[in-house]
């Protein structure tokens, strides 16, 4: 699934006042925390996540594993948090515009 400039719009102006609901610790990006999004991802389809320390491109690692292990799309990434969305399609909870 792609997203359109407008629904990125829209999802980063809904994750604004989220709280990040995964935390990397030491260890960064592993399978546990992969299946914990993907959990979260379920039940909330957008999904802010506070990355671990390290540099830009560790963080880019960590964010490539968890999409790629999720299927979730980057909507944003401002310094160590990135927010994430995944359509439910079994139980929809946002309604995106066109």
């Not at 604004?16 to 592993?30: C, E, F, M, Q």
């Not at 379920?42 to 963080?59: A, C, M, P, Q, T």
Request: aromatic share 4%.
């Amino acid at each position: 699934m792609s997203l359109s400039d407008t629904q990125i719009r829209y999802l980063r102006s809904l994750a604004h006042d989220l709280r990040p609901v995964i935390l990397l610790g030491n260890k960064g990006a592993t399978e546990a925390v992969a299946k914990e999004l993907a959990s979260a991802l379920d039940i909330h389809e957008l999904v802010k996540v506070k990355l671990s320390g390290g540099d830009k491109d560790e963080r880019q690692q960590q964010i490539t594993f968890l999409t790629s292990q999720t299927g979730a799309e980057k909507v944003q990434e401002i310094g160590h948090v990135v927010v994430l969305f995944r359509r439910n399609n079994q139980d929809p909870k946002l309604a995106l515009p066109r």
